[in-house]
Nanobody, 114 residues
Framework: QVQLVESGGGLAQPGGSLRLSCAASGFLFARAWMHWVRQAPGKGIEFVSTIYTDGTTEYSDSVKGRFTASRDNGNNVLYLQMDSLKDEDTAVYYC????????RGQGTQVTVSS
């Protein structure tokens, strides 16, 4: 059974940082392209980042240069380092097996506010 469990969300001030984690199980994580998506209040699912099996990454324009995705294939964990946070980064963040967020975990809330 596929499981994706996100953690690490919370409250941060603008300009601050948070690091999200996603523990994966039930599938061959090391062979899977993995994704981060988010959903802001009242909005749809938004693509954030893709990390390929070799560790190369892609980002949406809104987070490029501020967020860094990484993965630990030995422990089946996906990470998202979020720096220089902005108010508009407030959202529920999900790790997902697809870039549209159809196969996502339960999410972790990130709130950026002063």
């Amino acid at each position: 059974q596929v499981q994706l469990v996100e953690s690490g969300g919370g409250l941060a001030q603008p300009g601050g940082s948070l690091r999200l984690s996603c523990a994966a199980s039930g599938f061959l994580f090391a062979r899977a392209w993995m994704h981060w998506v988010r959903q802001a209040p009242g909005k749809g699912i938004e693509f954030v980042s893709t990390i390929y099996t070799d560790g190369t990454t892609e980002y949406s324009d809104s987070v490029k240069g501020r967020f860094t995705a990484s993965r630990d294939n030995g422990n089946n964990v996906l990470y998202l380092q979020m720096d220089s946070l902005k108010d508009e980064d407030t959202a529920v963040y999900y790790c997902s097996r697809d870039s549209a967020g159809r196969e996502r975990g339960q999410g972790t809330q990130v709130t950026v506010s002063s």
